[in-house]
């Protein structure tokens, strides 16, 4: 599915604070899964996009929901990638990639 660019320039204003978010999941614990730290944050949802999930961010939504300080786990977000867009093998980008983790 490609974004428009009316909807990546409203995705960029919402994160900057011009417009409101559609939702906020506010005090809930967020199982970061790439630094394996868990910690108290709010989570900023646009439309089908998550937003924000910085403690500090400060954004307005139109609609908040108390996560009564649950634990939040990304636990359906689509990491995949086409390796062949990168132009080149699996065994050269993993060289790239996984020192970085």
């Given at each position: 599915?490609?974004?428009?660019?009316?909807?990546?320039?409203?995705?960029?204003?919402?994160?900057?604070?011009?417009?409101p978010c559609d939702l906020k999941i506010q005090?809930?614990?967020?199982?970061?899964?790439?630094?394996?730290?868990?910690?108290?944050?709010?989570?900023?949802?646009?439309?089908?996009?998550?937003?924000?999930?910085?403690?500090?961010?400060?954004?307005?939504?139109?609609?908040?929901?108390?996560?009564?300080?649950?634990y939040a786990v990304p636990g359906l977000i689509?990491?995949?990638?086409?390796?062949?867009?990168?132009?080149?093998?699996?065994?050269?980008?993993?060289?790239?990639?996984?020192?970085?983790?």
């Open positions: 599915m490609k974004r428009t660019y009316e909807e990546i320039k409203d995705t960029i204003e919402t994160g900057l604070g011009r417009k005090n809930v614990m967020l199982c970061n899964v790439f630094s394996g730290e868990i910690y108290p944050t709010d989570i900023y949802i646009k439309g089908e996009r998550i937003i924000s999930i910085d403690p500090d961010a400060n954004l307005t939504a139109l609609e908040v929901i108390d996560g009564q300080g649950h689509d990491s995949h990638m086409h390796f062949e867009t990168t132009m080149l093998c699996p065994e050269a980008l993993s060289g790239i990639i996984v020192p970085n983790r």
